[in-house]
């Protein structure tokens, strides 16, 4: 992903705030303090947004770990997660696109033929590309949008409040492996599926926080064990 770099003790990411194009360096010590930089017309756009990238605007007010024994065992060791906020919907809302019905490897390799096909240099010392813009995408032809799947639905818009919003509450709606995670580690139910009205429904005790259980399940819970070889995923390209 040629519009992000990790470094040895943070991270840079080239962005297109409200207030033009930018990219924000972060980095942190072993002692927890941060420091941010930026370069670029967006500068003082992504300084002012940086505290909701560390996740610091994240409250836990109304959040109860207690509620289920396995996410108050997780909780204790996953106790520093956080819900973080970009708040550049546009960015986000194209990325998750991309990722719609394909692996995650597929979906970088689309998402980097992207920049490499509409976007522009990042401002900055890092050599990132931009994301393609607004501007960029409107002057792309339907030949062109179809070699990457584009559309948009419910996982896409419930991927893009997560990653640009950083709502607790927000559950990905659509997603394969989520179902399956949630039930199994707050009902014990080893049943492989997709039903989401199972899922919503062991979620409900935690309303206000049902994202943050999400994330926790998927990033410290467990999967049930597989009873059969890992399925054959079609790639949608070109179709």
């Given at each position: 992903?040629?519009?992000?770099?990790?470094?040895?003790?943070?991270?840079?990411?080239?962005v297109?705030?409200?207030?033009?194009?930018?990219?924000?360096?972060?980095?942190?010590?072993?002692?927890?303090?941060?420091?941010?930089?930026?370069?670029?017309?967006?500068?003082?756009?992504?300084?002012?947004?940086?505290?909701?990238?560390?996740?610091?605007?994240d409250?836990?007010?109304?959040?109860?770990p207690?509620l289920?024994?396995?996410?108050?065992?997780?909780?204790?060791?996953?106790?520093?997660?956080?819900?973080?906020?970009?708040?550049v919907?546009?960015q986000?809302?194209?990325?998750?696109?991309?990722?719609?019905?394909?692996?995650s490897?597929?979906?970088?390799?689309?998402?980097?033929?992207?920049?490499g096909?509409?976007?522009?240099?990042?401002?900055?010392?890092?050599?990132?590309?931009?994301?393609?813009?607004?501007?960029?995408?409107?002057?792309?032809?339907?030949?062109?949008l179809?070699?990457?799947d584009?559309?948009?639905?419910?996982?896409?818009a419930?991927?893009?409040?997560?990653?640009?919003?950083?709502?607790?509450?927000?559950?990905?709606?659509?997603?394969?492996?989520?179902?399956?995670?949630?039930?199994?580690?707050?009902?014990?139910?080893?049943?492989?599926?997709?039903?989401?009205?199972?899922?919503?429904?062991?979620?409900?005790?935690?309303?206000?926080?049902?994202?943050?259980?999400?994330?926790?399940?998927?990033?410290?819970?467990?999967?049930p064990?597989?009873?059969a070889p890992?399925?054959?995923?079609?790639?949608?390209?070109?179709?």
């Open positions: 992903d040629r519009t992000k770099s990790w470094l040895p003790d943070g991270f840079a990411r080239a297109l705030t409200p207030g033009g194009p930018g990219t924000l360096e972060l980095r942190w010590a072993a002692g927890g303090e941060a420091t941010a930089r930026a370069w670029g017309r967006g500068a003082t756009w992504l300084i002012d947004q940086a505290d909701a990238w560390l996740g610091l605007r409250s836990l007010d109304g959040f109860d207690s289920h024994p396995s996410v108050a065992q997780l909780w204790r060791r996953a106790s520093g997660q956080r819900m973080v906020a970009s708040g919907v546009w986000e809302l194209l990325q998750a696109i991309v990722g719609q019905r394909v692996t490897k597929d979906a970088a390799g689309g998402w980097r033929r992207m920049v096909a509409w976007s522009e240099p990042a401002p900055g010392p890092h050599e990132l590309m931009l994301p393609p813009s607004p501007e960029a995408m409107r002057a792309v032809t339907y030949i062109d179809h070699r990457f584009v559309g948009l639905g419910a996982w896409t419930t991927t893009v409040a997560n990653a640009a919003l950083g709502d607790p509450d927000v559950v990905l709606i659509g997603d394969f492996w989520l179902p399956t995670a949630v039930t199994y580690n707050l009902t014990g139910d080893p049943t492989y599926h997709t039903d989401e009205v199972r899922m919503l429904a062991a979620l409900e005790p935690f309303a206000g926080h049902r994202g943050r259980i999400c994330k926790l399940l998927l990033s410290a819970g467990s999967m064990p597989r009873r890992r399925p054959a995923y079609q790639r949608i390209a070109h179709r």
